[in-house]
Each structure stands twice: as structure tokens, then as C-alpha cells.
């Protein structure tokens, strides 16, 4: 029963996966410096290690936002949030898996009548803003650095490519680990606080519950690297900025260090140590921490490369994707609670009130089936409707690649 639950959070992870992965190595596979097969296999091990070993920190950012106290309820907000990752996926768009989280716990909030925790959402929206606006300035920073080196150097070319490739494996293993260690908390902080399991000992090391859920979800994310980012990966390696190979190492890095800026309770500690105020232990889009980077390289440059069509997309879903993930949450938790009879979850939050594996597998055999067609038919037209919406959507998107493609190829003629 409980790995019942655990799938849709192992979807989001999947969806994670396949989405964000682009936001270590898109820039390097763009830049044809890496090939996708070792990006993808390097981002996999090293995503799965930050999540285990440095996730807990932003996880209990999400459980203030809103502690979902029932595992029908956490099974929901993720399935709710995976299929939002998913569709926009579809289009090629590196949205926020974050803001897709968020949405959701707003939605489970509006929907079991819980407050939302305005600060902690504050916290998280500033740091949507923050992000990229940091990540530009570390990304212009580094790369001026890098071009003095190379110039007060006089490194061989076919040598300073050499190591600009090496740089970028590196800095890819950096990146994975502390998207890992950043993002975990979106795919499984929603079940955190919805059930435990016992620790588990592997000799040299033991494992929480915390942490072998982040294992289970990096997992997930791992096989969605693998299997299935390689459209998002194009979109940001190439779509937005045409980058050189140092250019590539240089964003690749100031993401990075974004990301485990905003996710190490060390650091964090380190500085409030010194009487300044902590860094907020908060789950960073990564989305819009890597397009910051690309800009910030593209302004430097004079804004003259930049794709200004395919970032106005991107900004689009990072609108879309919160709302949409919020209504759909909000819907599906209706479905769970009146027609399969499934706690979703309470008002009070308290841990006491945590229904049982009993509890919800008794609910499932007391449904009261006298208005299951009438809540199926109004299912099937409220996803209908939004199954044709993107469909029609993604058609539109085919069309109009297919006019840019003739257009180019006419001109190419002339």
C-alpha cells in the first residue's frame, strides 16, 4: 500500500528528471563539448547523492509552506505536480519544478481549509526572484575571470579545450549534486510529513526515513535523466544562446553554486555564526537559475544572440505552471475524497490524526457509490477539456516550427 502511494511521487520524480537535468548539463551537451550518454549517466549518480546526503534542509521549507498530514493527500499534490511537469515537457519547456510543488501545496492548503504560511511563501517567492537574478551575476563574474585567465595565459587553443571539458564534467558533478540536494525536497518533502519508516542500516552507514524516501525519489529522477531528457536539454543548450565552451563551464558553475548556496545548512549556519542574517533553506527553481546564467552571459555579450521568442515561452510556463498545478490539485483531491473515499487530509494537522494504511484501505470499501457515474461523467469532461486544450496547444506549436522550418529553408534558397 505504501509503495502504492510513493508512485506519484516517484512519477514527479521521474518528470524531474527528465526536466531539470537540462539545467546541469544542457549548456555543456549544446555545446557539443559533452556527449548527452555521459552528462546524463554523471547527472544520475551524483543528483542521487546530494539528494540523500544534503535534501533534508529545504524539505522542511515545504513542510511549514504546508504539512500534508495524510498520505492520500500527498499521493495527490504529487501526481497533481507530475502531470503539470509532464505536459509542459511535452512542449520543451524548462519549467519550475518548484513553483509545480508549490501550486500544489496552495491547492491542498485552499482545499483541507489549512492557512498558508505567508512567510514561508514569501521566502520562496523571493528566492524565484533572487535565483536568477544571483545566478546572472556569478555566471558575468566567472566568465570575465575565465577570459583573463585565458588571455594572461596564452593557452594553447587545442589545450584550453581539454580542459574546458574536463571543467565541465566537473562542474556537471557539482551541479547535479546540489540540484539533488535542492530539488529532492519537491518530489518527496510532500510525504515527509505523511508517514515514517523505520531506519535502515547498511553497515557502514544508516539511513532515516527522511532520507531513504530521497533515495527512492532520486532514483526516480535519475531514470527520467536517462530516459528522457534530451528535448529540454536542446531547448536550453542551444535554443535560448548559442554558448561557446567556456561559456557553457561558466553557467553550468554559477548554477551550481546557486543551488547549494540555497540548500547547505553548513554555510548557512557559517554566516549566521558571524551575527548576519541565515540563508533561507529554500528550494530554488533551477529552471529560472540556469536561463538567469544564460542571460547574464547573453547581456554581457550585448544581447545580440539571445532568443528573445524562446525565452518569452519560457516565462509563460513559469506563469502557467503554479496556477495549473494548484486547479489540478484542488480537482483531484475532490475526486480522492468523495469518490474513493481516501483521507486527503485535515485541517488541524497534528500527527495524531494521521489516518492508518487500515484506515484507508477500510475507506476504500465504505465508498458510497451512488453518485460515482455522475462524479466520473464530470471528470471525464473537465480532464477531456483540458486533454483538448493541449492538444490543440501542441498542434499550434508543431505549425508554427513547421512555417519557421519552410521559411528557413526558402531563404536558404535565395
Not at 527522511?210 to 535523466?225: D, H, K, N, P, V
Not at 528573445?308 to 496556477?323: A, D, K, N
Amino acid at each position: 500500500m505504501i509503495l502504492f502511494f510513493l508512485t506519484s511521487g516517484l512519477f514527479l520524480g521521474w518528470s524531474l528528471g527528465a526536466n531539470d537535468a537540462s539545467h546541469i548539463f544542457g549548456s555543456a551537451v549544446g555545446s557539443k563539448m559533452v556527449s548527452f550518454r555521459k552528462a546524463a549517466i554523471i547527472a544520475s549518480l551524483f543528483f542521487i547523492l546530494g539528494a540523500v546526503i544534503q535534501g533534508s534542509g529545504t524539505s522542511h521549507t515545504l513542510d511549514k509552506l504546508g504539512a500534508v498530514n495524510a498520505l492520500g493527500g500527498s499521493f495527490t499534490l504529487a501526481l497533481a505536480a507530475a502531470i503539470t511537469i509532464y505536459m509542459m515537457t511535452k512542449f520543451a519547456l524548462p519549467i519550475s519544478t518548484t513553483q509545480a510543488i508549490v501550486g500544489a501545496i496552495i491547492g491542498w492548503n485552499f482545499f483541507t481549509g489549512n492557512s498558508t504560511d505567508s512567510r514561508t511563501l514569501g521566502k520562496i517567492v523571493s528566492a524565484w526572484v533572487a535565483g536568477p537574478v544571483i545566478g546572472a551575476a556569478f555566471a558575468i563574474l566567472l566568465y570575465i575571470v575565465l577570459k583573463k585567465f585565458k588571455r594572461s595565459t596564452r593557452i594553447h587553443l587545442i589545450r584550453f579545450e581539454s580542459y574546458i571539458k574536463t571543467g565541465l564534467i566537473l562542474v556537471g558533478a557539482f551541479g547535479a549534486y546540489s540540484l539533488g540536494a535542492n530539488n529532492i525536497a519537491n518530489v518527496m518533502g510532500v510525504f515527509v510529513s505523511a508517514f515514517h519508516l523505520q531506519d535502515l542500516n547498511l553497515y557502514f552507514f544508516t539511513l532515516n526515513s527522511s532520507q531513504q524516501l530521497f533515495l527512492l525519489g532520486g532514483i526516480a529522477c535519475a531514470t527520467g535523466i536517462l530516459t528522457y531528457s534530451w528535448k529540454v536539454m536542446n531547448t536550453i543548450g542551444s535554443n535560448i544562446l548559442e554558448l561557446s565552451s567556456e561559456a557553457a563551464l561558466v553557467v553550468v558553475l554559477a548554477q551550481a553554486l546557486v543551488l547549494f548556496i540555497f540548500s547547505s545548512t553548513g554555510l548557512s549556519n557559517l554566516i549566521a555564526s558571524t551575527g548576519l542574517p541565515p540563508i533561507p533553506m529554500v528550494p530554488v527553481s533551477s529552471s529560472q537559475v540556469i536561463v538567469g546564467c544564460i542571460l547574464g552571459i547573453g547581456l554581457y555579450k550585448g544581447a545580440r544572440n539571445i532568443n528573445f521568442r524562446v525565452l518569452g515561452e519560457i516565462g509563460l510556463g513559469w506563469i502557467i505552471t503554479p496556477v495549473a498545478s494548484g486547479l489540478l490539485t484542488f480537482f483531484l483531491l475532490f475526486f480522492m475524497k468523495n469518490i474513493f473515499g481516501i483521507n486527503v487530509g485535515s485541517k488541524s494537522g497534528v500527527a495524531a490524526d494521521l489516518p492508518t494504511m487500515a484506515d484507508n484501505t477500510a475507506a476504500l470499501g465504505q465508498t458510497d457509490v451512488s453518485g460515482i457515474v455522475k462524479y466520473f461523467l464530470l471528470g471525464l469532461i473537465i480532464f477531456g477539456t483540458i486533454g483538448v486544450v493541449f492538444y490543440i496547444l501542441l498542434e499550434n506549436k508543431k505549425r508554427k516550427e513547421m512555417q519557421r522550418s519552410e521559411e528557413k529553408f526558402w531563404k536558404n534558397m535565395k
